[in-house]
């Protein structure tokens, strides 16, 4: 039995009630998205880090069950082709310290001895599921100081300290995913970034439309 919180605790839950995703699902599944790494999203997200000055970005589709980086940089650039050296979903790690930020990266870089890049995420770790179902960007600027934000598992297991991302709504109106990117330091993004972020999720959202359009 699952436990339904009362109303007045609602602004504390950790992760948002997503009544879209079944939609999502569907309309992921006709777009082929998803389901592999894309080198062209890849590039998207190099591109992104490099305007934003990020050290991890990310081409975000989220699921029922899991968020997927179809499109994902990492420091250093290291991530793989379609169909290489993407693991799967980790066990959900505990601890704190440096210990925890440590097995936390591995999050992004999957088992890094041999499988390179892991692209998976629980559903319940970061903020892009708060983006997708408030529907609009979410900037923050330092996770800890917004106590609904600083309790999620990826400040600890990850060590993740600033974040901002923008929903990815295509022309049905759902909200496909996200773009975003994440630092282990506080970062001032100011409405010089909010501005960035909204602007390449508007640019991925048409290409995306254009390439069901049969134009890429």
């Known amino acids: 039995m699952r436990y339904h919180p009362p109303a007045s605790a609602a602004p504390l839950l950790l992760t948002p009630v997503d009544s879209e995703a079944p939609a999502r699902m569907q309309r992921l599944r006709v777009l082929g998205l998803g389901e592999r790494p894309e080198p062209t999203l890849d590039a998207f997200a190099d591109r992104l880090a490099e305007v934003t000055g990020?050290?991890?970005a990310m081409v975000n589709f989220i699921d029922e069950?899991?968020?997927?980086?179809?499109?994902?940089?990492?420091?250093?650039?290291?991530?793989?082709?379609?169909?290489?050296?993407?693991?799967?979903?980790?066990?959900?790690?505990?601890?704190?310290?440096?210990?925890?930020?440590?097995?936390?990266?591995?999050?992004?870089?999957?088992?890094?001895?041999?499988?390179?890049?892991?692209?998976?995420?629980?559903?319940?770790?970061?903020?892009?599921?708060?983006?997708?179902?408030?529907?609009?960007a979410l900037v923050l600027?330092?996770?800890?100081?917004?106590?609904?934000?600083?309790?999620?598992?990826?400040?600890?297991?990850?060590?993740i300290r600033s974040y901002m991302g923008a929903p990815l709504i295509d022309r049905?109106?759902?909200?496909?995913?996200?773009?975003?990117?994440?630092?282990?330091?506080?970062?001032?993004?100011?409405r010089a970034g909010l501005e960035t972020i909204k602007s390449m999720a508007a640019e991925l959202t048409e290409r995306i439309q254009a390439r069901e359009d049969g134009g890429i």
């Open 54 to 56: 990020a050290p991890y």
């Open 65 to 136: 069950n899991r968020q997927f980086f179809a499109g994902l940089h990492v420091p250093g650039g290291r991530h793989t082709g379609i169909g290489r050296g993407v693991a799967e979903p980790a066990a959900v790690t505990h601890g704190h310290g440096a210990h925890a930020v440590h097995r936390g990266v591995q999050g992004f870089h999957g088992v890094e001895r041999s499988h390179g890049v892991n692209r998976y995420m629980a559903r319940d770790h970061g903020y892009c599921p708060h983006v997708v179902v408030r529907r609009k």
């Open 141 to 159: 600027e330092d996770v800890c100081d917004f106590p609904r934000f600083a309790g999620n598992p990826v400040v600890d297991e990850i060590g």
């Open 172 to 190: 049905t109106g759902i909200a496909l995913g996200t773009v975003c990117v994440v630092d282990t330091e506080p970062r001032p993004w100011g």
